[in-house]
T-cell receptor, first 114, second 116 residues
C-alpha cells in the first residue's frame, strides 16, 4: 500500500499571504490529522477530520483551517501568514481516528515564511 | 488533559550498547501510548504502541517498551544500538475511550546519537 503523501514538500511564502497544503491518506483510511512541528513548540495537534467532518481541533487561531473531501484527501489552509507559522506540517492518517488506532505520518510540508 | 515528559533531550550511546529512552505520561484515564522515530527531513514512523493487551510491547527494529502503571512510565529500550538508530524519538499519548479523536499528545523528543 502506498503511504501518506503530502504536497508540496517545500514552500516559501511571504508574510500576509495564504497557503494550502494537501494530504492524501493511505487507501482505506478515513481519518486525517494535522500537526505542526517547530523547534520551540515541538509537535502540536491542529485538527482531525473524519468523513468530511472536523471532529477535533487543537489550540490554534482561526487562520488555520482545513477540510476533507469525499475520497478522504485533506487540505489545510493558513491565511495571513506570520513568521511564526514557519514549521514542518505533518499529516497523519488512520483507519478511524479513535484513540487506539495507529496514525501513519506523511513526510511533511516544510513551510518557510519570510 | 494528558501530557508526556521525555527525560533527556539528548542521549548518546556507543554502537552495541543498551539504548534506554525515558517517557513518563500523565493521563486521567487509561492511556494508549506510542513511540515514534523521526529521521532527518522525514515524517514520523511508528515503532510500537501500547493498548493494554500486554505491558511489554515489542516493536520494529528490535525496540521494545514496558508499560508501568505504578510509575506512569513507558520507557523505550533496545539491547544493542546500531548506527542506523541515530534519530529523534517521540513518545505520544492518546486518551483511551475519550472523544479526543485523532489527537496525539507528544513529548518534546529525544535525539539519540550512536557513536562507533
Amino acid at each position: 500500500k502506498a503511504g501518506v503523501t503530502q504536497t508540496p514538500r517545500y514552500l516559501i511564502k511571504t508574510r500576509g499571504q495564504q497557503v494550502t497544503l494537501s494530504c492524501s491518506p493511505i487507501s482505506g483510511h478515513r481519518s486525517v490529522s494535522w500537526y505542526q512541528q517547530t523547534p520551540g513548540q515541538g509537535l502540536q495537534f491542529l485538527f482531525e477530520y473524519f468523513s468530511e467532518t472536523q471532529r477535533n481541533k487543537g489550540n490554534f487561531p482561526g487562520r488555520f483551517s482545513g477540510r476533507q473531501f469525499s475520497n478522504s484527501r485533506s487540505e489545510m489552509n493558513v491565511s495571513t501568514l506570520e513568521l511564526g507559522d514557519s514549521a514542518l506540517y505533518l499529516c497523519a492518517s488512520s483507519l478511524a481516528g479513535g484513540s487506539s488506532y495507529e496514525q501513519y505520518f506523511g513526510p511533511g510540508t516544510r513551510l518557510t515564511v519570510t | 488533559a494528558q501530557s508526556v515528559t521525555q527525560l533527556g533531550s539528548h542521549v548518546s550511546v556507543s554502537e552495541g550498547a543498551l539504548v534506554l529512552l525515558r517517557c513518563n505520561y500523565s493521563s486521567s484515564v487509561p492511556p494508549y501510548l506510542f513511540w515514534y522515530v523521526q529521521y532527518p527531513n522525514q515524517g514520523l514512523q511508528l515503532l510500537l504502541k501500547y493498548t493494554s493487551a500486554a505491558t511489554l510491547v515489542k516493536g520494529i527494529n528490535g525496540f521494545e517498551a514496558e508499560f508501568k502503571k505504578s510509575e506512569t512510565s513507558f520507557h523505550l529500550t533496545k539491547p544493542s544500538a546500531h548506527m542506523s538508530d541515530a534519530a529523534e524519538y517521540f513518545c505520544a499519548v492518546s486518551d483511551a475511550g475519550g472523544t479526543s479523536y485523532g489527537k496525539l499528545t507528544f513529548g518534546q523528543g529525544t535525539i539519540l546519537t550512536v557513536h562507533p
